[in-house]
């Protein structure tokens, strides 16, 4: 999986797209002049995730097929990390809980297992849990939070 950036971001979008990768374990570049064929080239038939920004801050994700064709896009209005310096990210494919609209759309995309939200302080102590809310998502390690998007529009394509 392929995450990017707008064409010229801040530095709190390459932050962002270095975060997401790093939790997703996929690869983060940044994308200057590249086209959207040239993306899908560097994504090597996998999907896609473009990091936009909205008045100089990460404000956008959209969610891209293996083709190249726009599936949802989720705005959000701020982000922050709290124990992100020190967090050490396992090599673990992340386990995705909560419900509704914005966690279907991720469970389609990621494929991650999903689990009930009861379930998550039952996993294993290093796991990474992406909690999808209609209002919040939160990225979580060893039962912390890391980094959380609030959330302000989420559109189907």
């Known amino acids: 999986m392929l995450i990017t950036t707008s064409r010229k971001p ?3 979008t ?4 270095k975060l997401l990768s790093r939790f997703i374990t996929g690869r983060c570049i940044t994308r200057g002049k590249m086209g959207m064929q040239e993306l899908i080239g560097f994504a090597e ?3 896609l995730i473009v990091v936009g920004e909205y008045h100089g801050n990460p404000g956008e994700l959209g969610f891209y097929d ?3 064709k726009l599936l949802f896009s989720l705005r959000f209005s701020d982000w922050y990390s709290e124990d992100i310096g020190s967090y050490w990210f396992p090599d673990l494919e992340p386990v995705l809980a909560g419900q ?3 966690a279907d759309a991720f469970e389609s995309f990621f494929h991650f297992k999903r689990v009930e939200s009861e379930e998550v302080d ?3 102590p290093l796991s990474t ?3 999808a809310g209609e209002k919040e998502i939160d990225f979580t390690g060893s039962g912390k939070s890391l980094f959380k998007l609030n959330v302000k529009g989420f559109k189907k394509y």
């Open 100 to 102: 509704g609209e914005i």
């Open 129 to 131: 849990v992406l909690v």
């Open 66 to 68: 293996d083709a190249g």
């Open 10 to 12: 801040s530095a709190k």
């Open 14 to 17: 390459r932050t962002l797209c």
């Open 45 to 47: 038939g996998g999907p």
């Open 122 to 124: 039952q996993l294993p």
